[in-house]
């Protein structure tokens, strides 16, 4: 591929739909939590098909990974360098949000998911590593898929081409053939369902997605306004479909829509750079707090609301309507004063000193 300069650019459309993923994430997790834990389903299940969110997240990291670091294919020098930017990304902020909630859960051991807090399975959950229960952190199952699909990507850098293209090639046909369930492994292999899942399918969308916008983006630039109406047609409609009890399946519906979206709004941006309001762009920046904080704060207060028996007063919208509110303003607040701090601190004094970066855009 072609060194291009249009990675340098802001692609603030995409930060928007990742702060309205972000959001759509909350509301599916109020949905689950108020049924849980309060006997009441907020907003007649319309959220129920929130976890969309998520197919859009995943769509995105296989397209950022190509449109921004296309550059480092083939490059072993890089990968070193690759590795620590996404380590520094991903880790130091789960784990203070994870640690936070592990001493919740030692302190109201009422509020875990699970009970079993050994030392093996904190190591695993800190380190994102494959399991069969959930991590301390419930979200941390998304970050799993993350981490295995940076691997993948490292072997893009790590090996030229002739030799990378056919190891991913078999990867990609096992998954595709467990996809389509002509391959099946064990119920206890959850190694195997993280490298081979279903879900990695959507890492590809992205990265289809990216070599689409980087080699034709002057043709389909000429029809970006009418894919993006069509993605966001499509959408909708799937989320009523599903609030209806008609499944539309995910990978091939939503992923699609996705990697369609993105595709849209990425030519929106590159031609049009449309203005847009400032706190729609920052909720998209702070979309891996809000990420992360929520299912903590939404489970706490929930279980204080069960055990304070005061389920009667979280009626079916104005009290799950608050309780998102909520979630959202604190991963905002999280973000500004720990994520964004901290991200800067390790970039500037771990990645720039060590490696020197040439500009690429955000890790």
Known sequence: MTQSSTPHKKLNLLQVYRGIAAVFVVMVHITIKSANNLNQVPFFNLFGAGWTGVDYF????????????RSAIGKKDQLKSFLVKRAVRIYPIYW?????????????????????????????????????????????????????????FSIAIWLK??????????????????YRKIVTFPHDSFLLEAVFGNMNLEFVYGCLAAYIVIKYNNNIGKYRWILFGIANLGYI????????????????????????????????????????????????????????????????????????????YFDGF????????????????FYSLIEKPLTVFLRKNIVEKKFFPKAEGRI
């Open 161 to 178: 081409p002739k030799h990378s293209v056919p190891i991913l090639s078999a990867w990609l046909l096992v998954t595709i053939l467990h």
């Open 318 to 333: 104005f009290a799950p309507a608050l309780l998102a509110v909520f979630a959202v303003v604190f991963g905002c607040i």
């Open 58 to 69: 995943f769509v995105l990291s296989g397209f950022i990974m190509v449109y921004v670091h």
């Open 96 to 152: 203070i949000v994870t640690l936070t909630a592990l001493c919740l859960f030692l302190v109201i051991p009422g509020f875990a998911h699970n009970q079993d807090l050994s030392l093996g399975y904190v190591i695993r959950s800190l380190l994102l590593i494959p399991q069969n229960d959930k991590a301390i952190l419930e979200v941390a199952g998304t970050l799993t898929y993350e981490i295995n699909f940076y691997l993948l």
């Open 237 to 312: 409609l799937g989320m009523l479909a599903v609030w209806g009890n008609i499944w539309v399946g995910r990978i091939h519906s939503f992923g699609v829509l996705a990697a369609l979206l993105i595709i849209a709004a990425t030519s929106i941006d590159l031609k049009d750079s449309p203005k847009i309001p400032y706190l729609l762009i920052f909720l998209g920046e702070a979309s891996y707090s809000i990420y992360l904080t929520h299912m903590p704060v939404i489970t706490a207060i929930t279980k204080i609301m069960q055990n304070a028996n005061l389920e009667k």
